[in-house]
Structure formats: C-alpha cells, structure tokens
C-alpha cells in the first residue's frame, strides 16, 4: 500500500527559490494553489464530519446494546482517539507539508513577498 504524500515538486520549488518567476506568474501560480489547498481542507472536513458522526453513531448503538459499561466507554474513547490521530495524520499528507514546503520557497526566493502570499 502506497500513502501518497502531496508535496512541492523539485522543478517548482527550484524555480521559486531562485526568483525565476514575476511577481504575476508568483501571483497566478499562489492563486493556483490557494484554490487547490481551500479545496483538499473542505474536503478533509467532511470526511471529519462524517467519521466523527459515525464514531458517535457506533458508540451510541454500542451503548444501547452492552449498556454503559466502562469498557464501553474506553473503547469509545480510543477510537475516538485513534479516528483524530488519522484525520491529523491525513491533514499534514494531504494540505501541511504542501504548505510548509511552498512557504519555504517562497520565503527563500521571495521574503518581500511572503506575507502576502502565504498557503
């Protein structure tokens, strides 16, 4: 199994950190990536929504059926844990070392204009 890790290419990175783009193409490529990023976060949100909602729903059916017990409430409690250590997991593969990376760059070849064109 593969986990692929959405990070800044060689070719980009090297182009950025060596001032080799106008501030316009700098401009349209942060647009670019901006839209890209806003799009992966909504989509991590839902599936946080959705995996935080059906870790409620399973635990309230487990409830319902073996009642309050304390196991139960450990159990839910773990995978409630280990839902959220995957979703952040998720979220630095899939938006921040993208971000991070980006930002080096910029911040390399690009300091006057970091804070404006942050990821």
Excluded at 46 to 71: C, E, H, K, Q, Y
Excluded at 88 to 101: E, N
Aim: contains cysteine; charged residues 20%.
């Amino acid at each position: 199994m593969r986990i692929h890790i959405n990070r800044l290419g060689a070719a980009d990175r090297a182009r950025l950190v060596e001032h080799r783009l106008t501030v316009e193409e700098l401009t349209e490529l942060h647009g670019m990536l901006l839209r890209g990023q806003q799009a992966r976060q909504r989509a991590l949100r839902r599936v946080a929504a959705f995996s935080l909602i059906l870790d409620i729903a399973l635990l309230l059916m487990t409830v319902f059926v073996a009642g309050p017990t304390p196991a139960v409430l450990f159990a839910g409690v773990v995978v409630t844990a280990i839902v959220l250590l995957c979703l952040a997991c998720t979220w630095a593969a899939a938006i921040g070392v993208f971000a991070h990376q980006y930002n080096q760059a910029v911040e390399e070849g690009y300091p006057e204009l970091l804070g404006r064109l942050r990821l």
